[in-house]
């Protein structure tokens, strides 16, 4: 009797009897009392030419598979790079070791000049990298101002206690108007209320940027960022991409929409098997026989 009515539950009310409840309750809206609050502190920006992300001879082996071998790019501030290659070809892995979501197994990472190889992610962030995720990451059920503000959380200097006595009420009005203001920045000034669950699949990866801009980064890494739009919504994150390339900011960007890599990528690095294929200008790629023979699978 109890599995069938635990199962019955975990069916038909995951949320437990409060969310019935909830439902029924009128939602007030979250007053909007922010526009007065300080800024955060931005970090120093690096010039343009300069070297913001270097990868020497990164190496990634899960038991017996070489995921990333001896892969080397750099990335230079204001630029658009590109990482592309066939499935399985390693640019997740690659994107996880800069971010130090994987541990590497060999090699190092370099950003703006200093050693970041290994270090947490939680640490690497702080310096100045955000990323987006191929799979969007947010909380459905609250709103897109809400959901990007969480990427600025490591600007804030509060800790859990003063959170949870609400000693923070300043500090979270900065955190809520820089994630408006990160908005308002990829054209979505018009849906900070909105319940993040609610949008669009375009809508969706324009908040992941959003709330990684959050994080104040020189360098901005992108997984698939127009996977599942539309045209038009394509259109869109193109011309958020080449705003924030104007504004001096850094992209690698993995994607399998050639026209959008080709289009507007500064330099270009395809993968294959977890090396590094060939690196160069979108025009070298195209003309390139062993890039298409890497997509096509025929022999080169
Ligand atoms: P891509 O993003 O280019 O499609 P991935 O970086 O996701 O490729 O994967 C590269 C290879 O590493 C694949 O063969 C994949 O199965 C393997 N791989 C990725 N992550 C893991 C993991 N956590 N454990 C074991 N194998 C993994
Ligand atoms: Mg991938």
């Not at 009515?5 to 909830?22: C, H, N, Q, R, S």
């Not at 913001?52 to 990164?58: F, N, S, T, W």
């Not at 600025?152 to 300043?170: C, V």
């Amino acid at each position: 009797m109890f599995g069938v009515l635990l199962v019955l539950t975990l069916k038909y009310a995951p949320e437990g009897i409060w969310a019935f409840v909830d439902r029924l309750l009128p939602k007030t809206p979250r007053r909007v009392d922010w526009q007065d609050a300080a800024a955060l502190a931005q970090r120093p920006k690096p010039g343009v030419g300069e070297v913001v992300l270097q990868a020497r001879d990164l190496r990634k082996t899960f038991g017996g598979l070489v995921a990333v071998n001896a892969i080397n790019f750099e990335v230079q501030a204001g630029q658009i790079v590109g990482l592309i290659g066939p499935n399985g070809a390693g640019k997740s892995t690659t994107f996880n070791l800069i971010t130090g979501v994987l541990p590497l197994s060999s090699g190092q990472v370099s950003f703006c000049g200093q050693d970041i190889s290994n270090l947490p992610s939680r640490e690497i962030a702080q310096r100045g990298i955000s990323r987006t995720f191929q799979h969007v990451k947010m909380i459905a059920d609250m709103t897109v101002l809400e959901n990007v503000a969480l990427g600025a959380h490591l600007r804030g200097q509060r800790g859990t206690a003063s959170a949870m006595l609400r000693l923070d009420r300043h500090e979270e009005q900065s955190l809520l108007r820089e994630a408006e203001l990160q908005l308002r920045r990829v054209g979505m000034g018009d849906s900070l209320h909105e319940l993040a669950g609610n949008l669009a699949m375009g809508p969706q990866r324009l908040l992941e940027i959003a709330r990684a801009l959050c994080g104040d980064p020189a360098l901005l890494l992108l997984d698939e960022p127009a996977a599942g739009l539309r045209h038009q919504e394509k259109q869109a994150l193109i011309g958020v991409l080449r705003q924030l390339k104007s504004e001096g900011l850094s992209i690698l960007l993995v994607e399998h929409d050639m026209d959008l890599v080709m289009d507007i990528s500064d330099r270009i690095v395809v993968m294959e098997f977890g090396t590094r294929l060939i690196e160069g200008t979108p025009e070298e790629i195209q003309a390139s026989p062993a890039v298409r023979a890497a997509y096509l699978g025929t022999e080169h």
